[in-house]
């Protein structure tokens, strides 16, 4: 039983290029969750997943897309990469009607 | 904008002592405040949660002090430990909105031996 597993780990980019944040778990959660953690401002919601076939947006959406693959799998993708979004990215899932969230390593991505 | 509000931003505690985070909040709409402990390159954990409906909750060392009508509530670490130093973040999350969790801006705690 793995949790929550992300990759990469680190990801270095130059300004406009793309790329998907892969996350997976294997607890059968319905919920799924990405974060990006910024020193100084805790971590902070792009996106949610409530259930397989649904999105939403969170506080900070701009510039990225999520997809929800199926239950197990929800991606993140930053189309075209800006320094801005330099940070550390978590992705986490929980049960339904289950508050707990269970949070993956982390991926830590530079934009240069 | 920050729904949740936390402080101190950083804390220094003797191994022994008691170490206080306190949060505020504004949103009447919250139920549901957990906090969660972070170490260095690791995914924040959860670490203890509380309700609205009760005061207070007590989890080992750890206790969650809970103010509805102020809308604040603290974390509590009794006997610190040097094990405890950690990042911790309080949230507030709604079930409306899928529990996703409000974080406040976290607080490193360092215990020293």
């Known amino acids: 039983n793995a949790g929550v597993t992300q990759t990469p780990k680190f990801q270095v980019l130059k300004t406009g290029q793309s790329m998907t944040l892969q996350c997976a778990q294997d607890m059968n959660h319905n919920s799924m969750y990405w974060y990006r953690q910024d020193p100084g401002m805790g971590l902070r919601l792009i996106y949610y997943?409530?259930?397989?076939?649904?999105?939403d947006k969170g506080e900070v959406p701009n510039g990225y897309n999520v997809s929800r693959l199926n239950k197990r799998e929800f991606s993140l993708r930053l189309e075209s990469a800006a320094p801005s979004q330099t940070s550390v990215y978590f992705c986490?899932?929980?049960?339904?009607?289950?508050?707990?969230?269970?949070f993956g390593p982390g991926t830590r991505l530079l934009v240069l | 904008q920050q729904q949740v509000k936390q402080s101190p931003q950083s804390l220094i505690v003797q191994k022994g002592g008691i170490s206080i985070i306190n949060c505020a909040y504004e949103?009447?709409?919250?139920?549901?405040f957990p906090w969660y402990q972070q170490f260095p390159g690791k995914g924040p954990a959860l670490l203890i949660a509380?309700?609205?409906?009760?005061s207070e909750k007590k989890e080992g060392r750890f206790t969650i002090s809970f103010n509805k009508s102020a809308k604040q509530f603290s974390l509590h670490i009794m006997d610190s430990q040097p094990g405890d130093s950690a990042t911790y973040f309080c949230?507030?999350?709604?079930?409306?909105?899928?529990?996703?969790?409000?974080f406040g801006k976290g607080t490193s705690l360092l215990v020293t031996p």
């Open positions: 997943s409530a259930s397989e076939g649904t999105t």
């Open positions: 986490a899932s929980s049960e339904d009607n289950e508050e707990t969230q269970y």
């Open positions: 949230a507030a999350s709604k079930m409306d909105s899928g529990y996703a969790l409000n």
């Open positions: 509380i309700r609205p409906d009760v």
């Open positions: 949103n009447t709409a919250f139920d549901y």
